[in-house]
Nanobody
Framework: EVQLQASGGGLVQDGGSLRLSCAASGFNFDDYAIGWFRQAPGKEREGVSC????????YYEPSVKGRFTISTNNAKNTIYLQMNGLKSEDTAVYYC??????????????????WGQGTLVTVSS
């Protein structure tokens, strides 16, 4: 059974930091692209960041570039999203998702194979 377990969300003040984790199981972690997405209340889901577990290619949505860092620990089948300089507009439910196609994760998330449950990030101003 494929599972993507997101964790690490919480309440943080403006300017604070959080680290999200996405633990994967049930599929061959190597050679997958794993991305973070978020959905704020009343807004559409948007891509935040993506990493390819083999070649290390990364993508960042412009509003988080320079503040967020995505990384992978292939030995633990886990992806991390270090979020620094958090702002109120970062408040959302964050989801991780996986697909063998890096391009699909970045450009066409509705076609991504596997999705995890979300973890709530709340940034108070």
């Amino acid at each position: 059974e494929v599972q993507l377990q997101a964790s690490g969300g919480g309440l943080v003040q403006d300017g604070g930091s959080l680290r999200l984790s996405c633990a994967a199981s049930g599929f061959n972690f190597d050679d997958y692209a794993i991305g973070w997405f978020r959905q704020a209340p009343g807004k559409e889901r948007e891509g935040v960041s993506c990493i390819h577990t083999t070649d290390g290619s990364t993508y960042y949505e412009p509003s988080v570039k320079g503040r967020f860092t995505i990384s992978t620990n292939n030995a633990k089948n886990t992806i991390y999203l270090q979020m620094n300089g958090l702002k109120s507009e970062d408040t959302a439910v964050y989801y991780c998702a996986a697909d063998q196609s890096y391009g699909t994760v970045v450009t066409t998330p509705r076609l991504v194979d596997y999705w995890g449950q979300g973890t709530l990030v709340t940034v108070s101003s």
